[in-house]
RNA sequence: GGUCGAUUCGUCUAGGGGUCUAGGACACCGCCCUUUCACGGCGGCGACACGGGUUCAAAUCCCGUAUCGACUACCA
C-alpha cells in the first residue's frame, strides 16, 4: 500500500509558519516513503474561509516548493458525502438527534464558556434525547430543529499508537457525544475530516499536537463507520518566545510565509530551517538540501517538546530566528552561483537594476560580481539594497562611513581624484597590478593603504564596508573607478 | 476545573543507566587573519526544572511537585 499524506489547512489566514512545518513534514514523508502528497482545503466554515487565503496558501506552499501530487479537495463539495455517511450512522443507530436548542455564545466568549461548563464535570452520557426511541426521535423531528450527535458507548477508551508520542489513551467519558451535524445541517470539522480522509484513502495523518484530542474523537468516527483508522503522527508546536502558540492575531507577520518571502529568504534555505524546528537527523549535520531531508526524515525522529521560534520584536539584527537568518545567508554565500542567479534576477528587477545584457554579453561580469558581494549579504534583498553601486550610479552615501573614512584625512579630497588620474593609465586594470599602483600611490603621499583605499570605498560605493576594495576596483572597472573618485558629490554634501 | 503531553545552554538540538568535568549549531564576547565589513580559524560565556526513590552508578528508570503547552464548541 502505498503511502497517502495530506496537508489540509483551513482557509482563514495566510499560511504560516506552523502549517508550513507541517506542510514540510508531510512532503518529506510522501517523499521518502514513495508515496504522494495530498492538499486538501478545509473550508467547511463559510463564515471564515475566504478565497484569498486560500490563493494565499497555495502562494506559500508553492514557494516553498511543495505541489500537492493529485489534484486539490475542497472539503466545502463534500458536504453531501458527509451528511450521508450521518444518515447511515443514524439509521444504524450510531448516532441520535439531539433536539436541545442551540446555545448561542459570542465568539470571544466561547473560551471562557468551554472552561465554566468544563468545570461542571458533568456526564457526558446524560443528554435527555441520547435514548429516544426512533418513532419518538422522528416524529419530534417533524416539528423541531435538530443536530446529530455521535453515541459514545458508556464505558471503554480510545488508543492509538502515534508514530511521535508512542501509546495514546483517552477514556470515553472524557469525550462527549460530539456533534457530527449542526441543527442547520452543516457538517462540522471532525466528521468532515474522516469522512475525506477516508475518500482520500489517506494512510498517515501528520499534523500538530493541538489535535490530539480531534484524533481520539475521530477514531471514534472510524470505528462507528466501520474503517480503520489510519496512522497518526502528531507534532509538536511552535511557540514564540513568549511560550504561546504562534499567531497572527498575537505576533503579526512574523508568522506569515509571505514575509519570509518579500524579506529575500531563499525557500530551500526557509525550508531546511523549518526542517529543524522539531525534527532532527541527530548528527551534526545542519545543512541539507532537499535531496537529502527526504532521504534522512523518520516519523520516528520527530520530537515530543515544543519548539520556540525566536524573534525580537522591534530589534531589526534579530527580527526574526537568527538561524534562519544565519542559514539563508550560508546558502546564499555556497550555493551554486547558477542557482543563485535566477533567485537575483528578480529582485534586481523590482529594483529596476536589471540589464538583459547580465543574461548574455555580460553574463560573465554579472557572475563575478554576485560572486565578490555574495560573501557578506544575509537576504536577496541586500543584492539591490547594499549591492546597488554594483549596478547603478544612482546609489546613496552612508553618513556614518563618510564620516568614518574620509573625515580622518583631510587630505582624501585631494589624494583620491588623483588617485584617478594615476588608475587612468594603468592598462591592465586588475587586481594585481592595481595593489603595485596604489600602493606606489601611497607610499608617495606618506600614508596607509587603508586609508586611501577605504576613503576609495566611500567614493566607490557608498559604504564603509564591503568586498575587498581592489576587487572592487576591477570589477566596476577602469572608467567607472576613476569617474567615482574624481566625482565631487560626496565632497558638496 | 478536568484530561493529555512536555521539561538539557538565551534559542534549535545530541545524548535514552557508567564512554557526560554533558557534544554540536545559532546568538553573544575575545583573539587571529585583514585595506573595511564579513567569511574562516582558535577560544570564551552558557543547560540536565525541583524533591524523593531504584541502583555499585541516574541527564538517562520510577513517583511526586512545579512550570509551560494543548485540548476541553451546533469553530477549524
Excluded at 155 to 167: C, E, M, P, R, W
Excluded at 366 to 389: C, M, P, V, W
Amino acid at each position: 500500500m502505498t503511502t497517502r499524506v495530506r496537508f489540509a489547512p483551513s482557509p482563514t489566514g495566510y499560511l504560516h509558519i506552523g502549517s508550513a512545518r507541517t506542510a514540510l513534514f508531510n512532503y518529506l514523508y510522501a517523499r521518502h516513503t514513495g508515496g504522494k502528497f495530498l492538499l486538501r482545503i478545509e473550508d467547511t466554515d463559510l463564515a471564515r474561509s475566504t478565497e484569498e487565503s486560500t490563493r494565499s496558501i497555495l502562494e506559500g506552499l508553492k514557494w516553498l516548493g511543495f505541489e500537492p501530487d493529485e489534484e486539490i479537495v475542497f472539503q466545502s463539495n463534500n458536504a453531501d458525502k458527509h451528511r450521508a455517511a450521518v444518515a447511515k450512522l443514524l439509521a444504524e443507530g450510531k448516532a441520535y438527534r439531539d433536539f436541545t436548542p442551540k446555545a448561542e455564545t459570542a465568539d470571544k466568549n466561547v473560551k471562557a464558556a468551554i472552561v465554566e461548563r468544563a468545570k461542571e464535570n458533568q456526564d457526558m452520557r446524560a443528554n435527555p434525547f441520547r435514548d429516544l426511541s426512533k418513532e419518538e426521535s422522528d416524529e419530534k423531528a417533524q416539528t423541531e430543529p435538530f443536530a446529530i450527535r455521535l453515541k459514545i458507548a458508556k464505558s471503554g477508551k480510545t488508543s492509538f499508537q502515534d508514530a511521535v508520542y508512542g501509546l495514546l489513551e483517552r477514556d470515553y467519558n472524557e469525550i462527549e457525544d460530539l456533534v457530527l451535524l449542526r441543527s442547520d445541517g452543516h457538517p462540522l470539522y471532525n466528521l468532515a475530516v474522516v469522512c475525506d480522509d477516508i475518500e482520500m484513502e489517506i494512510t498517515h495523518i501528520i499534523r500538530g499536537q493541538d489535535h490530539l484530542t480531534n484524533s481520539h474523537k475521530q477514531i471514534l468516527i472510524y470505528e462507528a463507520l466501520g474503517k480503520e483508522p489510519p496512522k497518526f503522527a502528531h507534532l509538536p508546536l511552535i511557540l514564540a518566545p513568549d511560550k504561546k502558540k504562534l499567531s497572527k492575531r498575537i505576533h503579526g507577520e512574523i508568522v506569515a510565509m509571505t514575509t519570509y518571502r518579500d524579506a529575500g529568504f531563499l525557500p530551500e534555505a526557509f525550508r531546511n530551517f523549518l526542517a529543524l524546528l522539531g525534527w532532527s537527523n541527530k548528527t551534526e549535520q545542519e545543512i541539507m538540501s532537499l535531496e537529502e531531508l527526504i532521504d534522512q526524515f523518520e516519523l520516528e525522529n520527530i520530537h515530543r517538546s515544543n519548539a520556540v521560534f525566536n524573534f525580537e520584536k522591534d530589534n531589526p539584527k534579530h527580527w526574526t530566528d537568527d538561524k534562519a537568518i544565519w542559514m539563508n545567508a550560508e546558502y546564499i554565500r555556497t550555493m551554486p552561483l547558477e542557482e543563485l542567479l535566477p533567485l537575483v534576477k528578480p529582485e534586481l528587477k523590482a529594483a529596476k537594476l536589471w540589464r538583459d545584457e547580465y543574461d548574455d554579453d555580460d553574463k560573465e561580469w554579472f557572475e563575478n560580481t554576485l560572486n565578490l558581494i555574495r560573501q557578506r549579504f544575509f537576504t536577496l534583498k541586500d543584492f539591490s539594497a547594499q549591492g546597488r553601486a554594483f549596478f547603478s550610479e544612482d546609489f546613496d552615501f552612508d553618513k556614518a562611513a563618510i564620516e568614518k573614512n574620509l573625515g580622518k584625512e583631510p587630505n582624501l579630497k585631494i589624494w583620491l581624484p588623483e588617485l584617478a588620474v594615476v588608475l587612468e593609465n594603468v592598462e591592465d586594470f586588475t587586481h594585481d597590478t592595481l595593489q603595485e599602483v596604489v600602493k606606489e600611490f601611497c607610499e608617495a603621499k606618506g600614508t596607509k593603504l587603508g586609508v586611501l583605499l577605504n576613503g576609495a570605498r566611500v567614493l566607490l560605493t557608498g559604504q564603509g564596508v564591503g568586498p575587498s576594495m581592489l576587487a572592487i576596483f576591477e570589477t566596476l572597472g577602469k572608467e567607472k573607478s576613476v569617474m567615482r573618485l574624481k566625482s565631487q558629490i560626496v565632497w558638496n554634501l
